[in-house]
């Protein structure tokens, strides 16, 4: 292990750099869409299909997940490897619970007549939603891949630096849905 | 223990040699070696803005002039605005960080040295991307900051603003990947006992350069992304009679734009506030504020965005905010200011070519931030914006402070680069033409914009009074051209037959300078421990009792196989799904390529 | 150590204040010469004064602050060159007074230019008091419909306002961002899709005050003029009551009028982009042409108007104005001279 | 333990990226928090149906989120462990965007 000036390592500072740059992107994303409440043109409007309690339970789903995740960090540290293995594939399990919530929702909106260029509603919510979920699909790729390897038993205390990384990523992204499930979900009425 | 005077030509002794050949540039994860190729391909970007900025002042050398029409006057001003800012500045400036922070710092290379590989191969596949726009169909004619609705499918149909777009987001994506490859670098590679209180000038200004750059970027990229949809897909973000607000458009820009400008004027500021000491001879006037005043021009550059706006009628309390936190930004620039003079107060001056492009910068720098002030407040803005007044303001501080700081650094450092000195006859021709050419060329622009002319016109009537300035700025122009002439005869002469250098030519105070010219492969044999701020000046370097065991990186195709990816993502956005996919899959490929690549041997 | 000192070229230092001087100068000395009929510092109005004055305050601080630096650069330039034989000069690392001071000194300067902004600004950017003549500008691309909702009166490009008499303009765009600027009578409001701004004045005196879209807007965005004809009140009457008035066939006009009535109307193509007031000509794609006659400029003010330049503009307007939105209509010189009489005689 | 990281940057000292075996939260932790994520969430849903709460709906749920926000970062993304540099990597980025949301609304009027 190289030796650091912070005592941090390289791969974990980058991440932290990067959720740093990627709180800008988000917030362009929220700032925007909460400029746009209010003004679409023509319905649907959120308060007509907005599906709470679905929501709800997705939401659950990505916020266990981050237990997992830690738990998952927790076992690699220990070297218990199957403990590594269940909660790795465990999280990225209920990452794909959380994307099939949202593809159902999509579907569900696109067949009440709300396409991408509906209304404002419209652009905004699938741009925002679309891009966190972007970032949960590739973050459940990179979970697999970690899977994969301590399926080869190639991830071992050594390398928890790794696990740590796509932890960090992970629960950002969690974090991102916490934001966005309360402005765009829970303050739809206001 | 050694004191600095042996030890300098210790350093790079047993100089390990690069393998030659175009296929180990292409794999190299060298940092020197990435950093001459931002500097040479920044280089040739800035010829082909210079070459644009050319063909606008013929043509608006006389009223009423025919020499190009307007859609290619309108492309020329936004790919000259585009290509100067984004592809030849900035990566001119990346070449310098590159180059010299994992020097500076006592460091053998970045932090991850393929990522930084990954950068520049985004930034010059964005940037080949962007100007290929003018063999397919036309480059985009917006302006550089591209305002909304203007750039809707329906009022820029054709595909310049999709190569805008593109373009623009793999090149964005470059800037971001180096930027955080910088930061973890001098947050966590500097030698030992060199605190960030000792760190050099110059990478300080790259530390928060680099801040800037992952805090601005990402509301750009949403815009584009925006501006995608609304072109691709017909969503609504800027779109009137959808609801949406082009304004929107114009607060996003701004975000990222305003900061961009210090992005690139810092490490220039970083590169004279080296310069200015070495060839004073006297340590840099109180350090520890020069870089505070640094940080602090960051962090207020993310609150004076909609002081570009002052026309948009966002009302007197926003438009008062805006224009109090621009104002505010006078202070600490004006600080940097006192302290370069300061520094060369009481020292023993000497004017090699690289300190007389540093003085220049002063006088420029001063002359543009000072019509940044006018332009600060409001009502007097009104009059000002969207004219030639903005044009004068804006060239003064980017070529009047950036590109002459740039050119301060490249007089300075080519010797380390290159182990052979500029010659000093032709950088002194080089620096007094550019000094006349910019002065004559901008200085009358001033006039003309307060006089009345708008910016962007291809073509301006006789008889409202602006024809002197103009052919004087076409004339100006003229010499700044012969100087850029001068700049490269003596780039390739030097290169060829300049003067010998030692490892220390200027006896700057850096680290750096005590590795040899130009540095071997791993930069240094043994890791320099630091004991304070002017190392080389006051035998502020231990050598360790031990040698090192040095391992260097290996070189690496994936990094240029995940950006190709990338590019063929981006254009495969102009020509169909499938390339998409492709672009996806190659992308994909690469990172997994990347990731089990093992890095030494 | 391998630095080197011989050969250590010593060519004289010219000083860098002294070009921009000398250059400063022979600028200002041309700039005395013109006229400069747009120019931002010729003001005309009570809010363009307003801006003149602020500017005028800012600028002669900035020029205080740019002779103290350059001259504290060029002393520290002249004196501190090293001079063979010198020592190694003293390091000096800081000195808190004078950091103070100069942190200080620049905070003190912006007082002085921070709040006569904030007065300038907040002054025009009250709302006019008492009676208005208002006027709504929607800006197209590449001219500018004017209309007077309270006169009844609708133009293009040429804004006719009485001397003395507050105008509220209301800012409006059909398509894309434009920017109204008169530089003589005010500074530049954005006509932006979707919004609508407010921007007013005062005009002091007669006179044709020329300006100009300050927006990029697309191709011919730097032919979209616009002139302010400020009238006395009894000649601004006059016009409008003219103005508002729909066109009328004057008994005994000549033949080529009819002539050029009658391809207007039909062959030309012209009734689908324009509108002539008591007529069937409806269009609304470009300008109203009711009164067109009276005009004095032609397209945004790329041609005056003129019997043989209105004949130019109908015939092939692409070839005067690049780009804008007018089709050619493909007619024949003869027919474009007839045309041209007849929207001559449209006053 | 915090001011030895600090301390690290200001000599420029170098500690080895192991050198810090932080005193992480257990497991037990890590599950006491998810249940507080749980609860935290049934009351924002609950609070949005509770037609009484409409007038301070949003600032409780600010507060709320904000809870939950602070909770995993602090204890999942462990920033409550982490030194300085961290720390400031994060919270210095989320003020400036936290603090253009804010403009941005306030431009837009939804604030005054
Ligand atoms: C290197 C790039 C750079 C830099 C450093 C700056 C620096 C500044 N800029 Fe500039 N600016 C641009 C690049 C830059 N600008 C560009 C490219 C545009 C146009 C974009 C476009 O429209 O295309 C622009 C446009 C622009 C505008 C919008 C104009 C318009 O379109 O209407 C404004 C308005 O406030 C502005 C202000 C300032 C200010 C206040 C500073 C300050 O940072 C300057 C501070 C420095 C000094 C003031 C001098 C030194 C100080 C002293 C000696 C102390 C004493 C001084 C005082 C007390 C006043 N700039
Ligand atoms: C760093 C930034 C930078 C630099 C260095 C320059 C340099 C120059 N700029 Fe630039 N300019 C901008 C940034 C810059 N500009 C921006 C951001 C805009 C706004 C764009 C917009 O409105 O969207 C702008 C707009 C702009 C305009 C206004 C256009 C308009 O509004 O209509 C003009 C007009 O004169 C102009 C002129 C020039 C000139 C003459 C130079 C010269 O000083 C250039 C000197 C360089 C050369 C002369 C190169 C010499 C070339 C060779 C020697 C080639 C040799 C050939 C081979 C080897 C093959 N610029
Ligand atoms: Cu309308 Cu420019
Ligand atoms: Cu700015």
Redesign the interface.
């Known amino acids: 292990m190289e030796r650091t000036n912070t005592g941090v390592p390289n791969e974990k500072m980058l991440m932290w750099a990067f959720i740093g740059s990627e709180c800008m992107l988000f917030a362009s994303l929220i700032a925007t869409y909460l400029t746009y409440r209010g003004r679409s043109l023509v319905g649907p409007y959120p308060e007509d299909l907005l599906n709470i309690p679905f929501i709800t339970v997705t939401t659950f789903v990505l916020l266990m997940s981050s237990l997992t995740m830690v738990l998952a960090l927790s076992a690699v540290q220990r070297g218990d490897a199957r403990g590594s293995r269940v909660f790795l594939l465990l999280t990225a399990v209920l990452g794909i619970i959380f994307v099939g919530g949202q593809a159902i929702e999509f579907s569900h909106f696109a067949g009440e007549g709300l396409g991408l260029s509906r209304n404002l509603f419209s652009s905004t919510f699938f741009l925002t939603t679309g891009f966190h979920g972007a970032h949960v699909t590739v973050g459940v790729i990179w979970l697999l891949s970690l899977w994969v390897l301590t399926m080869r038993g190639r991830l071992g205390p050594e390398s928890s630096v790794k696990v740590e990384v796509a932890g960090l990523y992970w629960h950002f992204v969690d974090v991102v849905w916490i934001v966005l499930f309360t402005v765009i979900y829970l303050m739809s009425g206001s | 223990m050694a004191t600095i005077e042996a030890a300098v030509p210790d350093q790079g002794r047993g100089a390990s040699t690069y393998a030659g050949g175009v296929w180990s540039w292409i794999t190299t994860v060298d940092h020197k070696r990435i950093g001459i190729l931002y500097f040479v391909s920044g280089l040739v970007f800035f010829l082909v803005g210079g070459v644009e900025a050319m063909l606008m002042r013929l043509q608006l050398a006389a009223p009423g002039n025919t020499l190009l029409d307007p859609a290619t006057y309108n492309q020329l001003f936004t790919m000259h605005g585009l290509t100067m800012i984004l592809l030849a500045v900035m990566p001119i400036g990346a070449g310098f960080f590159n180059y010299l922070v994992p020097l500076q710092i006592g460091a053998r290379d970045v932090a991850f040295p393929r990522l930084n590989a990954l950068s520049y191969w985004l930034f010059l596949f964005g940037a080949l991307l962007l100007n290929s726009s003018f063999l397919f169909g036309g480059a985009p004619q917006a302006g550089w900051f591209a305002y909304a609705n203007l750039t809707s499918s329906q009022y820029s149909p054709g595909h310049g603003m999709d190569f805008y777009i593109l373009g623009l987001a793999l090149a964005g994506t470059g800037s971001i990947v180096a930027a955080l490859n910088f930061i973890v670098t001098i947050l966590n590679l500097r030698a030992p006992g060199l605190s960030l209180m000792r760190v050099p000038l110059f990478t300080w200004m790259t530390l928060v350069v680099s801040f800037q750059i992952i805090l601005a970027f990402p509301p750009f990229t949403i815009a584009i992304v925006f501006l995608l949809f609304d072109r691709m897909f017909g969503t609504l973000f800027f779109e009137p009679l959808g609801g949406g607000d082009p304004i929107l458009w114009q607060h996003l820009f701004w975000i990222f734009g305003h900061p961009e400008v210090y992005i690139v004027v810092l490490p220039a500021f970083g590169i004279i506030s080296e310069v200015i000491p070495t060839f004073s001879r006297k340590p840099l006037f109180g350090y520890p504020v020069v870089v505070y005043s640094g940080v602090l021009i960051g962090f207020l550059g993310f609150g004076v965005w909609a002081h570009h706006m002052f026309s948009v009628g966002l009302g007197p309390l926003a438009n008062s905010v805006f224009a109090g936190l621009t104002m505010l930004i006078a202070i600490p620039t004006g600080v940097k200011i006192f302290h370069w003079i300061a520094t060369m107060w009481g020292g023993a001056i000497r004017f090699r070519t690289a300190m007389l492009f540093a003085v220049g910068l002063i006088v420029m720098f001063t002359i543009g931030g000072l019509t940044g002030v006018m332009h600060a407040s409001p009502p007097a803005d009104l009059q000002q914006t969207d004219t030639y007044f903005v044009v004068a303001h804006l060239h003064y501080v980017l070529f009047g402070g950036t590109m002459l700081g740039l050119f301060s650094g490249m007089y300075y450092w080519f010797p380390k680069v290159t182990g052979r000195f500029l010659d000093e006859r032709l950088g002194k021709a080089h620096f007094w033409l550019t000094f006349i050419g910019i002065n004559l060329t901008f200085f009358p622009m001033h006039f003309a914009g307060l006089h009345g002319m708008p910016r962007r016109t291809y073509t301006y009537p006789a008889g409202l009074g602006f024809e002197g300035y103009n052919l004087t700025s076409t004339v100006g122009a003229g010499i700044t051209l012969l100087a850029v002439l001068v700049f490269l005869y003596n780039l390739v002469r030097s290169l060829r037959s300049g003067e010998r250098a030692g490892a220390s030519p200027w006896g700057g105070a850096t680290l750096e300078w005590s590795t040899s010219s130009p540095p071997p492969v791993h930069n240094f044999d043994w890791t320099p421990q630091v004991r304070s701020r002017d190392p080389l000046w006051h035998d502020g370097v231990e050598l360790p009792a031990a040698e090192e065991e040095i391992h260097m990186p290996n070189p690496s195709y994936w990094p240029v196989v995940v950006a190709a990816g990338a590019l063929t993502l981006a254009a495969g956005a102009l020509i169909g799904l499938p390339v998409v996919l492709l672009g996806v899959a190659v992308m994909v490929g690469g990172i997994y390529g990347w990731a089990f690549e093992p890095i030494h041997g | 150590?391998?630095?080197?000192t011989e050969g250590?070229?010593r060519?004289p230092?010219?000083r860098?204040?002294l070009?921009?001087t000398a250059?400063?100068l022979v600028?200002l000395t041309?700039?005395c010469?013109?006229?400069?009929?747009?120019?931002?510092?010729r003001p005309q109005s009570d809010v363009?004064r307003?801006?003149?004055d602020?500017?005028r305050g800012?600028?002669w601080l900035?020029v205080g602050?740019?002779v103290v630096?350059?001259g504290?650069?060029l002393v520290?330039?002249v004196r501190?060159?090293?001079?063979p034989g010198?020592e190694?000069?003293?390091?000096?690392?800081?000195?808190t007074a004078?950091?103070v001071a100069?942190?200080i000194v620049?905070?003190v300067i912006?007082i002085f230019?921070?709040v006569p902004?904030?007065l300038?600004?907040?002054k025009?950017?009250r709302p006019p008091q008492g009676e208005v003549l208002r006027v709504e500008v929607v800006g197209h691309?590449w001219w500018w419909e004017l209309n007077y909702p309270d006169l009844g009166v609708t133009t293009a490009n040429e804004l006719h306002v009485p001397v003395g008499h507050t105008v509220d303009l209301r800012l409006r765009s059909e398509?894309?961002?434009h920017?109204f600027?008169v530089?003589r009578l005010?500074?530049?409001?954005?006509l932006?899709?979707?919004?609508e701004?407010?921007l007013w004045f005062t005009v002091d005196s007669a006179g044709v005050y020329?300006?100009?879209?300050?927006?990029?807007?697309?191709?011919?965005?730097?032919?979209m003029g616009v002139r302010v004809i400020a009238e006395e009140p009894d000649v601004f009457e006059r016009w409008a009551e003219l103005q508002s008035r729909d066109a009328v066939e004057e008994p005994g006009e000549e033949a080529l009028v009819a002539a050029g009535r009658s391809i207007f109307f039909g062959a030309g193509g012209c009734i689908s982009c324009h509108t002539i007031r008591g007529t069937p000509a409806a269009g609304v794609l470009g300008p109203d042409l009711t009164h067109v006659g009276s005009r004095s400029t032609i397209g945004a003010g790329v041609l005056r108007n003129t019997l043989v330049n209105m004949a130019r503009w109908v015939k092939d307007p692409q070839e005067v104005k690049?780009?804008n939105l007018m089709l050619d209509m493909g007619l024949s010189d003869e027919h474009a001279r007839d045309v041209a009489a007849y929207l001559g005689s449209l006053k | 333990m915090t001011s030895e990281k600090a301390l690290g940057i200001e000599s420029g000292g170098v500690v080895a990226a192991h050198a810090h075996e932080e005193p992480h939260a257990s497991n037990r932790t890590y599950v006491v928090i998810a249940l507080v994520l749980g609860v935290l969430t049934a009351l924002e849903v609950m609070v949005f149906y509770v037609e009484a709460l409409a007038p301070v709906l949003v600032p409780i749920l600010i507060l709320l989120s904000g809870t939950k926000f602070a909770l995993v970062v602090a204890f999942y993304m462990h920033l409550k462990f982490d030194g300085n540099v961290l720390r400031g990597l994060f919270l210095g980025p989320l003020f400036i965007a936290v603090a253009i949301i804010v403009a941005l609304i306030a431009l837009y009027g939804y604030l005054l």
């Open positions: 150590m391998a630095e080197r250590y070229s060519v230092v010219q860098p204040t070009w921009i250059l400063s600028v041309a700039a010469g013109g006229d400069f009929p747009q120019s931002s510092l363009a307003s801006i003149d602020l500017f800012i600028f900035a602050v740019f630096v350059e504290a650069l520290a330039i501190f060159r090293e001079r010198a190694r000069p003293k390091p000096v690392h800081g000195n004078l950091e100069w942190t620049p905070a912006l230019i921070g902004t904030m300038t600004l907040w025009i950017d691309q398509d894309v961002v920017s600027w530089p005010a500074g530049k409001r954005d932006v899709p979707g919004r701004n407010q020329p300006g100009q879209c300050a927006e990029f807007c697309g191709i011919a965005h730097a032919l690049h780009g």
